[in-house]
T-cell receptor, first 109, second 114 residues
Framework: GQNIDQPTEMTATEGAIVQINCTYQ??????LFWYQQHAGEAPTFLSY??LDGLEEKGRFSSFLSRSKGYSYLLLKELQMKDSASYLC??????????WGAGTKLIIKP | ETGVTQTPRHLVMGMTNKKSLKCEQH?????MYWYKQSAKKPLELMFV???????ENNSVPSRFSPECPNSSHLFLHLHTLQPEDSALYLC?????????????FGPGTRLTVT
């Protein structure tokens, strides 16, 4: 079967660093996406990894290990506006996105 | 603004009503998607259209009927819905050629079935 696992909720402090993990098992693999979704809004694209390693984009970085079926999203210098849900999604062999349930990140002052 | 618009943003309907959701994308993409998002659940893919042709129907009940008149417009026709159909309905679009398949989402329609 196809499965994406990520923690349901995490809490972090403003200014700190947080790592959100995602493990995936899908029929084929064509890349791993991370999206951010603020409450009541549409998901917006954050990152895409298809090769192993770390991709850095400002305060956000995303890591992929294809052999381990594992990815993480690293958020640095947390700001209150980073409070949101973070969705992990794997692109399967049919180029369809298989979604995790999302990790709700709560930032405290 | 992501270039994908959806109307209405909120909809309350009775179980015997018929209504339609509309989605329009201004990004020149060839694929459009309907998703259902319920609280604490993964996004559920409902329908996929590629170049106006339906390529995916994930065992969606017939009370949901999609329509894609062209690559820029997508509709979801609703009739005799059930209370468990209450959810956020998201439309998305993407390219399906090349090496990048990022999906752009509209703001969603919050549907409540009474």
């Amino acid at each position: 079967g196809q499965n994406i696992d990520q923690p349901t909720e995490m809490t972090a402090t403003e200014g700190a660093i947080v790592q959100i993990n995602c493990t995936y098992q899908t029929s084929g693999f064509n890349g791993l996406f991370w999206y951010q979704q603020h409450a009541g809004e549409a998901p917006t694209f954050l990152s895409y990894n298809v090769l192993d390693g770390l991709e850095e984009k400002g305060r956000f970085s995303s890591f992929l290990s294809r052999s381990k079926g594992y990815s993480y999203l690293l958020l640095k210098e947390l700001q209150m506006k980073d409070s949101a849900s973070y969705l992990c999604a794997s692109l399967d062999s049919n180029y369809q996105l298989i979604w995790g349930a999302g990790t709700k990140l709560i930032i405290k002052p | 603004e992501t270039g994908v618009t959806q109307t209405p943003r909120h909809l309350v309907m009775g179980m015997t009503n018929k209504k339609s959701l509309k989605c329009e994308q201004h990004l020149g993409h060839n694929a459009m998607y309907w998703y259902k998002q319920s609280a604490k659940k993964p996004l559920e893919l409902m329908f996929v259209y590629n170049f106006k042709e339906q390529t995916e129907n994930n065992s969606v009940p017939s009370r949901f009927s999609p329509e894609c008149p062209n690559s820029s417009h997508l509709f979801l026709h609703l009739h005799t819905l059930q209370p468990e159909d209450s959810a956020l309905y998201l439309c998305a679009s993407s390219q399906t050629s090349g090496t990048f398949y990022e999906q752009y989402f509209g703001p969603g329609t919050r549907l409540t079935v009474t």
